[in-house]
């Protein structure tokens, strides 16, 4: 199998030959059709991220190199171990990345994306930059008929992360929008499964004009451009004091400032994006505003599944999906540390 894979943390990735696994138990052999290419892989690529104020959190550890990045797995079972049930050789399937140890009470409650022992597929073992990718159970391998390929992938990360995080705002009242801070590929995600869940259309802001207007092609109900000065004042005075909750899909301090100024008294800010910086709000306005900041981190398995049925159903717009070859990772990094990508890239061993 031929992988691209991080030989020394922040250099080009190189192409690495290796010997192709037999499944064992029940792990399951993919051969790789499709796999997204990540912001977070950036940062893992980089082998740190921002936590602001020029403190760096490092992320180098419990990796052996070389690694397969990758965690957005779309392929065809080509092999399976003699306990893997319930999948077939020529099944086309999505891989759940977000496996735990299986173990803990995190695990044991269906929360393996929290789990303190992680083994996310091209987080801390192979993943998807790669001809083939093995995955350690058939559960984590979820059947996406219907749903376009190379799509199809990136639900597993961007998909599940704006899902995962429009499903903790809980119910929102028809009369109120929520807010998308961010409108990338996760964003943009984002933005259709709040179309899908909650009764009105959310309003959206990015710094990118080019973003704000895809993002009214794709059903917003209207954007704003936190780099003008009035953009907050125009947000409050458009929804009658704030929105209820908004997503944060930067995660930058210049978006988080944004998100946190634009809810209402009793709001809610969820932040999902890992641009990297510091916060910092006068602790007063938390009871004074009855704000809550949290945030979310992908989702779980079953959430993989709930998501998975509304796409299947057709009920999420596609986001513009830029296919390219396997040998182009590199570059496809560096674009998107440049910011200079429109929906998602997706890999094609
Ligand atoms: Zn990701
Ligand atoms: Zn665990």
Same mark, same amino acid.
């Given at each position: 199998?031929?992988?691209?894979?991080?030989?020394?943390?922040?250099?080009?990735?190189?192409?690495?030959?290796s010997d192709l696994p037999t499944p064992e138990g029940a792990q399951v052999l993919l051969k790789v059709t499709h796999c997204g290419v990540c912001h977070s892989d950036v940062h893992l690529h980089d082998g740190h991220f921002d936590m602001g104020g020029g403190n760096k959190l490092d992320v180098r550890g419990g990796r052996k190199l070389p690694f397969t990045l990758g965690h957005e797995i779309e392929g065809e079972v080509i092999a399976v171990g003699p306990d893997a049930e319930g999948v077939a050789v020529g099944d086309q399937r999505v891989a759940y990345p977000w496996i735990g140890c299986g173990d803990c009470p995190t695990c044991r409650r269906g929360e393996e994306h929290l789990c303190n022992k992680p083994q996310n597929l091209g987080i801390q073992v192979a993943g998807g930059y790669s001809t083939h990718a093995l995955v350690p159970h058939p559960r984590y391998l979820l059947d996406y008929a219907g749903v376009t390929k190379g799509l199809a992938a990136t639900y597993m990360c961007s998909g599940l992360t704006a899902y995962s995080a429009m499903k903790k705002l809980g119910d929102i009242s028809p009369e109120e929008r929520v807010a998308v801070? +961010? /409108?990338?590929?996760?964003?943009?995600? +984002? /933005?259709?499964?709040?179309k899908t869940l909650f009764d009105a259309a959310p309003i959206g802001a990015d710094v990118d004009e080019n973003k704000l207007q895809a993002a009214m092609?794709?059903?917003?109900?209207?954007?704003?451009?936190?780099?003008d000065d009035d953009a907050i004042k125009k947000v409050l005075a458009d929804t009658n004091g704030g929105v209820p909750a908004a997503v944060d899909f930067v995660g930058s301090e210049s978006s988080l400032q944004f998100a946190s100024s634009i809810v209402r008294k009793g709001g809610q800010v969820i932040v999902v994006g890992l641009f990297g910086g510091g916060f910092s709000m006068p602790i007063p306005m938390f009871p004074m505003r009855a704000i809550s900041i949290g945030g979310s981190y992908v989702g779980s398995l079953q959430e993989t599944i709930d998501m998975m049925e509304l796409v299947k159903a057709g009920e999420i717009d596609p986001i513009p999906v830029e296919e390219r070859p396997l040998n182009q990772a590199t570059k496809s990094l560096d674009d998107l540390r440049t910011g200079g990508v429109m929906g998602r890239v997706v890999l094609k061993p």
């Open positions: 199998m031929k992988s691209e894979a991080i030989v020394e943390y922040g250099a080009p990735l190189q192409s690495v030959e801070v +961010g /409108l990338g590929g996760v964003g943009m995600m +984002g /933005l259709q499964f709040a092609g794709s059903g917003a109900h209207a954007v704003y451009n936190p780099k």
